[in-house]
């Protein structure tokens, strides 16, 4: 059997561009050699696609000691704007027989590279446009949750510019709809990139103007006293979940820092929690993975209030961390499939799915 040839797409303009350069480096690991030619295609911060040799180089270059070392890390940003500078992106797509886009966040989880990828008519890794975009956004998604009939904690939403022009009322509506503290977020981001906890008016002001720097779309949620549950969801019609994890942030709330910098947040897989919940968190990650039209892949995450035990449903991550230290290849691992068959199973899906796709009349 000839082997087929992967692009793995990663880097991009996000601010979790150098996350998703960990991943795709995890993934190019555990891709199956006697399987799979991989073509690296590394996107620049700005938007540039660098040839393959460039690409193949930055998927070398160990980013997750980098983001650590704030010089070293501006270092080499610079000398891949020289090497980007002689780069020539000349590729062939026809030659491609599936994508893995490994980016997180902005221009690449939203639907941006899916659309593409579904132009080109190359089966592609993970959900399609509708959903991509669809649970990006953190305010959206929250609709299609409450018409699942999940639960959510309380929230407000508010546009940059109805920040900037009415901030008083986007206050008042916040401390009495939600009462502090509260979290700001902005609305179209990952990895806690943006994100704050706001105890008090001067908090919220600071958060909101935080936020706004990374999204014209900003969402205010309560601040729910409640453990940290994830689970991770695998399939296309028929989807099965993980194990439930849970996490135990380093810092006050399991922010950028905390994930990635400091590595000294607990992870307990699985999560110290009844079978009963487990069971709970599994069927809801299924309703809320089939009310925003998710396919592949995706990890869902939710709050357990820890005086009550309600389960609120938080947000689903449709291209979720594939690095070393990330939830979904390990409670998944907990559950017996390894990262490598994780990997191959979400290649074979990304062939179904387009092969159904394909049974469409044009």
């Not at 990650?285 to 892949?297: S, Y």
Request: glycine letters at 6%; one cysteine or more; a positive charge.
């Amino acid at each position: 059997m000839s082997k087929k040839k992967l692009a793995l797409i990663f880097g991009g303009r996000s601010g979790e561009h150098e996350i998703s350069i960990i991943s795709a480096r995890s993934v190019s690991t555990a891709v199956s050699a006697q399987k799979y030619d991989l073509l690296p295609i590394y996107i620049t911060r700005d938007g540039k696609w660098l040839s393959e040799s460039v690409s193949a180089k930055i998927l070398k270059t160990d980013f997750e000691k980098l983001i650590k070392k704030p010089d070293e890390l501006a270092d080499m940003h610079k000398k891949i704007e020289q090497w980007a500078e002689k780069s020539r992106f000349k590729f062939d797509f026809s030659k491609v027989d599936v994508a893995f886009p490994v980016m997180h966040g902005t221009f690449g989880e939203d639907g941006t590279v899916q659309g593409f990828l579904e132009m080109l008519q190359i089966p592609f890794v993970g959900c399609g446009v509708l959903a991509s975009s669809l649970t990006m956004d953190k305010a959206m998604s929250k609709i299609h949750f409450e018409r699942a009939g999940l639960l959510l904690a309380p929230y407000v939403v508010a546009t940059r510019n109805e920040w900037l022009s009415h901030p008083k009322k986007i206050i008042s509506e916040a401390e009495k709809k939600l009462g502090y503290p509260m979290f700001v977020k902005p609305a179209n981001m990952g990895s806690s990139v943006g994100i704050s906890k706001a105890k008090s008016r001067k908090d919220l002001n600071e958060a909101m103007a935080l936020a706004c720097n990374y999204d014209r779309k900003i969402v205010i949620e309560a601040g729910v006293n409640a453990r940290e549950l994830e689970i991770s969801v695998l399939g296309n019609e028929n989807p099965m979940t993980s194990v439930v994890g849970e996490i135990v942030p380093c810092n006050e709330f399991y922010d950028y820092d905390a994930k990635y910098i400091k590595g000294t947040s607990e992870l307990f897989i699985p999560a110290r929690i009844s079978t009963k919940v487990a069971k709970e968190i599994s069927k809801m990650a299924i309703i809320a993975f089939q009310a925003t039209n998710c396919e592949g892949m995706a990890r869902v995450d939710f709050f357990m209030d820890k005086t009550s035990g309600k389960l609120y449903i938080n947000e689903i991550n449709t291209i979720p961390g594939f690095t070393s230290i990330s939830m979904y290849p390990k409670m998944f691992a907990a559950a017996g499939i390894s990262y490598a068959e994780l990997v191959d199973r979400l290649l074979t899906l990304a062939f179904e799915r387009f092969a159904d796709i394909k049974k469409n009349k044009v």
